[in-house]
């Protein structure tokens, strides 16, 4: 089953400037190879739902081990059937635009 997962994830006790920690978290989801979108407030990421929880997972060790805090939401949309949902889904809504 197809998973798209829209992740944002942030530590709370780094000050108002945070990318250097959340580009430790895109960078996984980036060498994970599975399909990503980045976005402002956060990253969607298409997959089994193994492997995503796997990668929530790892995202949040990898700025856990040096913030003392970290926020990190997960929406999650499963599906049987196609996958490519990722520009799928985007595409739909632009071509009705």
């Given at each position: 089953m197809s998973v798209l997962a829209d992740i944002s994830l942030f530590p709370l006790d780094k000050g108002a400037s945070v990318s250097?920690?959340?580009?430790?978290?895109?960078?996984?989801i980036r060498d994970s190879g599975l399909p990503f979108v980045l976005g402002p407030m956060g990253t969607c990421v298409e997959g089994e739902i193994e492997?995503?929880?796997?990668l929530v997972r790892d995202c949040h060790a990898v700025l856990a081990q040096d913030c003392e805090r970290v926020y990190l939401t997960v929406k999650l949309d499963s599906r049987?059937?196609?996958t490519g949902r990722l520009a799928a889904k985007v595409a739909a809504v632009r071509d009705k635009l």
């Open positions: 250097p920690y959340v580009t430790r978290a895109v960078r996984l492997d995503i929880l796997a049987r059937g196609p």
